[in-house]
């Protein structure tokens, strides 16, 4: 009798367990991201109004006079980016952020296609890509995203379609040693 009280509550249980429909949310960690998040750093935006958000701490990387580069650091629950700026004379001309590994290449790639259309140029390299979309809002857009065992995004930078302003990433791999 007690053997069979016993089958008989396990068999309740798996039925129960296993007859109610579960529906969770499965969400990425990156998707409470959105290019939206960086926009007040986009080229044109005035340095004093970012500087207006006490939340958001910022250096001086690099200082030429009237001409700098500015880091924010913008943290949020799940992750916290770098934000690296060109600036000259209050003005923005250049972002480039470098995103966290653990975000997810074909989501953000798809936020970038929906706001930009289809990318103008793309060059792929062994496992790693560029994308460009040119003169986007006054603006080119590139992204540069990695794949190993998953793919996952490595930075995106808008800068100011003006020809005089050297873009960040050659700035960052200018100053990377030579071998």
């Given at each position: ?14 039925l129960m367990v296993f007859s109610t ?14 290019l939206a998040l960086i926009e007040p ?139």
């Amino acid at each position: 009798m007690k053997n069979s009280l016993i089958k008989l509550l396990s068999l309740a249980t798996f039925l129960m367990v296993f007859s109610t429909p579960l529906h969770p949310e499965i969400k990425p960690p990156n998707y409470d991201f959105t290019l939206a998040l960086i926009e007040p750093f986009f080229p044109g935006k005035s340095i004093t109004d970012i500087h207006k958000d006490k939340t958001i701490k910022s250096d001086i990387f690099e200082d030429n006079g009237n001409a700098k580069i500015i880091r924010f650091k913008l943290k949020r629950a799940n992750y916290s980016l770098d934000i690296y700026t060109q600036v000259k004379d209050d003005k923005i001309s250049d972002v480039f952020v470098r995103l966290p590994q653990y975000f997810i290449h074909d989501l953000f790639l798809t936020d970038l296609v929906k706001r930009y259309k289809k990318q103008d140029k793309f060059i792929r390299h062994d496992m790693s890509a560029l994308y460009v979309w040119m003169n986007r809002d006054g603006n080119n857009i590139l992204y540069h995203g990695s794949c190993s065992i998953t793919c996952f995004p490595m930075f995106v930078e808008v800068v100011n379609k003006d020809p005089k302003v050297i873009p960040l990433y050659q700035k960052f791999n200018e100053a990377l040693p030579k071998w």
